[in-house]
């Protein structure tokens, strides 16, 4: 009895596994990247480009939003500047001298920047800076 029991169980065990393997063949596999059936991947539509103006002792925009990846364009409107920005955990990027000046932010966060010659020295980015100045939040 317990023998037959037992028997019967196992024909039922091997029964399902078998309906398992089979079910699981009858899933069609693709290979091969997407294109080759007919459908084409979206090409990202890039994020445009965002410029502020270094002209009479002042960034303008001097407060912007940007979504990460978002390029930014620093270019001069009048006079002599430069631009140094806040880098992720806090530590000035070099002050750069040569406009128009492009970079973007892959990372979100809140960037200050300022101008070298009118704000804060070299090496000082942070809040406490004054003059002309400017806030930069990636998202
Ligand atoms: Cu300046």
């Known amino acids: 009895m317990r023998r037959s029991e037992s028997g019967v169980a196992q024909t039922l065990l091997a029964m399902g596994l078998l309906t398992i393997c089979v079910l699981g063949a009858c ?37 912007l939003t940007v979504s ?40 979100p966060g809140t960037y200050h920047f300022h101008c070298t010659f009118h704000s804060c020295g070299s090496g000082t980015c942070d809040a406490t800076c004054t003059g002309m100045t400017g806030i930069l939040t990636v998202q």
């Open 68 to 107: 990460v990846g978002t390029p930014v364009v620093f270019v001069i409107g009048g006079g002599s500047h430069t631009v140094q920005i806040e880098s992720t955990g806090g530590a000035c990027q070099n002050v750069v001298t040569t406009f128009p000046y492009t970079t973007t932010f892959n990372a």
């Open 27 to 63: 899933q069609r596999k693709v290979d091969g990247p997407i294109a080759t059936m007919g459908i084409t991947a979206p090409t990202p539509t890039p994020a445009a480009a965002v410029t502020i103006t270094a002209a009479n002792f002042s960034f303008t925009p001097n407060a």
